[in-house]
């Protein structure tokens, strides 16, 4: 029997860096921010994703984005290209102190893509369900078991993020079950589409300096994977 692929998610926490410290295609970006919080989150994230490339063998890079849904060079996921023609799909998300980044070469071991989201759960306004769940989810929610808001909102993020097409597609076109599943934590039944094909969910939640943050990551056309969450300190 061969072993599951594996993946890794990368974390760190949001460190004070200036913009000589950002990749110049994050540059704009950080320019347009007028918190110096958020104008962190930016480089953080920006030379995260800078390590995960290197890291993950990815050579002689041009990063772009695009969205799906619109069509957009101006947002939406950043794809990494190399000399050879490989593309890879990054993704990132922050929230409070954490950031997280993903990458996969496009196509490796069938993988469509791959999502990640992070949030804390404190911050995360229940009304949101009105929004983001279906009907029999928020029924689940109201029996005030395990599965919480949060949850769903974290594993919608991920597999939106997924597709390219994030919140272009609303995630109560999204149906997860309230039943924990393994190691995919949240059983998905998602629509049938060319879109959303089956995939691993996975719970992310060890993160070494903050114990209220929730995260998942949605890989996105391969079930069988194991998927761990690795903690830098730049």
Known sequence: ?????????????????????????DRDKWNSLKKQNDRNRC???????????EAMGANKITLHRYCAGCGSKEHGLVYARESDGTYWMVTTSHAHNVVLV??????????????????????????????????????????????????????????????GYGLHISPKCIDLASRENG??????????????????????????????????????GLENVNVSLENIIF
């Open 1 to 25: 029997m061969s072993e599951k692929p594996s993946l890794k998610v990368f974390c760190t926490s949001v460190r004070h860096y200036a913009v000589s410290d950002v990749d110049y295609f």
């Open 43 to 53: 480089a953080t994230a920006s030379i995260l994703r800078r390590y995960v490339l």
């Open 102 to 163: 993903g990458a996969v070469p496009i196509g490796y071991k069938g993988i469509i893509g791959i999502g990640v989201d992070v949030e804390c759960i404190e911050r995360i306004d229940e009304r949101i369900k009105y929004l983001i769940c279906t009907k029999k989810e928020i029924s689940n929610l109201e029996k005030k078991g395990k599965f919480v808001i949060s949850d769903i909102w974290v594993a919608k993020e991920a597999i939106l993020k997924s597709t």
């Open 183 to 220: 190691e995919n934590w949240i059983h998905g039944k998602l629509q049938s589409t060319s879109l959303m094909p089956n995939g691993a969910l996975v719970r992310l939640d060890n993160f070494a300096e903050d114990k209220k943050m929730i995260g998942a990551c949605y890989v996105n």
